[in-house]
């Protein structure tokens, strides 16, 4: 029997270990949330909400237990962890107060004596989700694809599937119709098969853009829709006007938190000429002052990553980057301690064509990058293949906002970093992916789009 492993990335030991499904078994599954679905999709709007509410209180009131389990099983702070929680609950209770408004019927004037757009659901829908936010990542994705209507199933990371029995427990004893949502621990070479199950209607995956070239190939196979929230190099603009200390505190932040592991975390800053060795001095001093220790420890400012192969991963990039050229400014060695911890470090002297201006490093690696002006800090940012978030750190709103409309990605913030919110949409554009999660955009991205036309 197949196993996946849960190790504390803090200290290296197993946490627990779960049997894998068969294919034939998720297949059973899956024809499980289909008979769910065919009861749930009869339900109205406000009997939706009034499970959604439920679910948002039993995350609420089981946080601090959800959040232990989710930084031992993937290491990041167990503060973060809390607020990671409470995003969800959120989230839940947003698309139950507001998804009635965001599925309403679209009324359009034409000659026939009724004509509308409807938005109905499509049905069991896959979702394949990476570690990094386990609890949040699939609740945005579960929160609107259930009150749209759907069932769901999910293809947790091998590594939190605590964290996804745990989720697929809180469903239930929201009390969603037994069988809504469920997660499926399959290997990742069953995913072929269950996409192409007739009973999955779409799929959504987060992750790296290899698995989603993937996934898309497959869902695109067999004529399913696709949504895909894949990585990001997200750079950041600062302007010579900016207040410096708050712009090295949003930077320090922006690239640590999470353990330096999310998709739309502050990556490369793009820093002009006129403040570069400032704010390269100061922001200097800021990374080795922050405090790396177990996730736990109420002082620490980051911790472990997730697994030590990718911490052995990023070392190596940044190893190729300096055999590249780049310069080492501070880091870069990884540490004689038990866990996958590796140092807060800065890259610098990048161009294009080199593995840490032209990668993802999904760590505690930032790559600092001088530009001439703003113009040339614009191209430098859209010199990427990614292309989820961005932001300008600015002292002129205005000024930020007219950069802001030039940056090639799905989110561009001035003087903040770039964040999910359910209000609005949230996914990116060159091989960060396509469509959108989130909002009235993202409600809808599973829905049928329907056109009802009465003469």
Known sequence: MEIA????PATGKIVKEYPRITTEEAVTKIDKTHQAYLQWRTKSFDERAKYLHRLADVLERNKQVYAELATNEMGKLLKQSVAELEKCAWVCRYYADNGAELLQDKYIKTEASKSYVTFQPLGVVLAVMPWNFPFYQVVRFIAPALMAGNGGVLKHASNVQGCAFALEAAVA???????????????SDAIEN?????????????????????????????LKKSVLELGGSDAY?????????????????????NNGQTCIAAKRFIVVEAI????????????????????????????????????????????KTVEQGGVLHL???IPDREGAYYPASILTNLKPGMVGFDEELFGPVAAVIKAKDEQEAVALA?????????GVLTGDKKRGEKLALQLEAGNAFVNK????????????????????ELSSYGIREFTNTKTIWVD
Request: proline share 4%; aromatic share 8%.
């Open 382 to 390: 859209n010199a990427s293949a990614f292309g989820l978030g961005a």
């Open 237 to 257: 603009i600062i302007l010579e006007d900016v207040d410096i200390d708050k712009a090295v505190d949003t930077a320090t932040y922006g690239r640590l938190q």
């Open 417 to 436: 970093l770039v964040a999910s919110d359910p209000r609005l949409p949230f996914g990116g554009v060159k091989n960060s992916g396509y469509g959108r």
């Open 194 to 222: 269950i996409i192409a199950n007739d009973k999955i209607v779409a799929v959504t995956l987060t992750g790296s853009d290899p698995a989603g070239r993937s996934v898309a190939s497959i869902a695109g196979k067999h």
């Open 173 to 187: 004893k929201a009390g969603f119709p037994e069988g809504l949502f469920q997660n499926l621990n399959v290997n």
């Open 331 to 333: 880091g870069g060695k």
């Open 5 to 8: 492993k849960s190790i504390n």
């Open 276 to 319: 570069y060795d400032e704010f390269l001095e100061k922001f200097t001093s800021s990374m080795k002052a922050a405090k790396m220790a177990e996730p736990k420890d109420l002082s620490a400012f980051y911790g472990p990553m997730a697994r030590t192969d990718l911490r052995d991963e990023l070392h190596e990039q940044v190893m």
